[in-house]
């Protein structure tokens, strides 16, 4: 049998949550609600909390909704002002919207995080990791003809075998550690296939920039993927190598589009700049093996995901609401790891479930407090004779001094 949640300020997840939900309250962000369609904007930040703590502490949401309704002190918490709402009225208002508003009001939230960042030269990290939904648990053969009457696809990986389910493919900026996009595919599309698509996403959300460094693992590895990010679209993609791989195989097939010809006015700065993108990718390539523990940050965000956030499978049936659960938890992820877990450790340790904050400082009450102003004035009346004569005397010289 579960525990109950027991809300209190002290508890260090609650006091954690109550940092990611005011990011979610702030009136200054209700905007990104209104402009991605939603209308009952505070049913919707209703929803999402209840949702939120699902996750966050492992429990069914009808679970959650019943220690609201048992415990003031947690519907306080969540700002609940008016009824509960009931399981089955939070998933209905949930459904209400689709996948991609989900994702928009993700991108939106990002967007506060990644402007915090600085460091606009942050290097950005891409991977993928399988989503499944418990539909298949024996992980045997299902027929294509019932998956399509779910709408859903088969998959495998290396580390769960057979799913059914998704791959997530994640853009991670290295320095902010936030999500800068997330693209969803059915079943398990091949990494080299996707390379180009997730680089389409980011062009044409115009958050490609010249010069940009993105690091690939070996799943997204081809020759003309290299080729393709320099002429197509400006950047370096730096996809660690496979065992065959030479520079001078790279250097033998890296040639400039016939683009930048037609244009005589910018034929020279076309050029000196595939020149100066070729030079940071042979040289980051040359030195692939350092960038592991940066590329190993977006596996720790994953962890994290999965681990404490229950992103690894969820116990959901169709696509649009798969898709939903995957945009939200995501966005939990990232909200959390935004109040200050910030290293390869502190996100091994939140996907541990340890969270370590700054301890409370101890409120005093008014008794204390005049308790403490009460023993401060039997201490100042217990001082000596002489300790008031040397006090007497000093008054009386100060009062001759304005005088004088």
Not at 34 to 45: A, L, R, V
Not at 65 to 86: A, G, H, M, Q, T
Not at 274 to 303: H, Q
Request: net charge positive.
């Amino acid at each position: 049998m579960l525990p109950g949640l027991n809300y209190t300020k002290r508890c260090r997840k609650f006091r954690l949550l109550d940092k990611v939900f005011i990011n979610i309250d702030d009136k200054k962000n209700r905007h990104i609600f209104s402009e991605n369609g939603i209308k009952n904007i505070k049913m919707m930040i209703t929803c999402i909390k209840i949702v939120f703590l699902s996750k966050f502490y492992n429990y069914p949401v009808s679970r959650v909704i019943y220690e609201i309704n048992i415990d003031k002190k947690l519907k306080r918490f969540l700002k609940i002002e008016n009824e509960v709402p009931s399981e089955a009225q939070v998933y209905e208002y949930l459904s209400r919207y689709s996948p991609n508003q989900y994702n928009n009001i993700s991108n939106s939230f990002f967007k506060l995080f990644l402007k915090l960042n600085k460091n606009r030269k942050s290097d950005w990290i891409v991977d993928a990791t399988p989503v499944a939904c418990d539909i298949n648990i024996l992980k045997k053969y299902v027929s294509p003809e019932h998956l399509e009457k779910l709408d859903l696809d088969m998959g495998f990986s290396t580390t769960k075998g057979y799913y059914i389910g998704f791959k997530v493919t994640l853009v991670l900026e290295k320095d902010s550690l936030c999500p800068i996009s997330v693209i969803i595919h059915s079943g398990a599309k091949n990494d080299s296939k996707i390379f180009d698509e997730v680089l389409e996403e980011l062009s044409r959300r115009r958050l490609l920039k010249k010069r940009q460094v993105i690091l690939f693992d070996k799943g997204y590895y081809s020759m003309e993927n290299y080729i393709n990010a320099i002429n197509k679209y400006n950047v370096v993609a730096v996809i660690f190598p496979r065992i065959y791989f030479t520079i001078e195989k790279l250097d033998a097939r890296m040639s400039t589009s016939l683009d930048i010809f037609y244009d005589e006015n910018t034929l020279e700065e076309n050029k000196d700049l595939f020149l100066e993108l070729t030079t940071i990718l042979y040289e980051k390539l040359e030195n692939w093996k350092k960038l592991k523990p940066i590329r190993g940050l977006i596996e720790d965000f994953f962890k994290v995901c999965k681990d404490a956030f229950g992103l690894g499978e969820f116990h959901a049936y169709t696509q649009s609401s798969m898709r939903r659960n995957i945009y939200l938890c995501i966005l939990l992820s990232t909200l959390v790891i935004q109040q200050g877990f910030d290293t390869k450790t502190k996100l091994q340790q939140l996907a541990e479930g340890r969270i370590d904050l700054e301890p409370i400082k101890s409120r005093k009450s008014k008794k204390s407090k005049e308790n403490n102003e009460t023993n401060e004035n039997q201490q100042v009346g217990e001082k000596t004779d002489e300790q008031t004569t040397l006090l007497t005397k000093k008054e009386v010289q100060s009062e001759l001094d304005l005088f004088t």
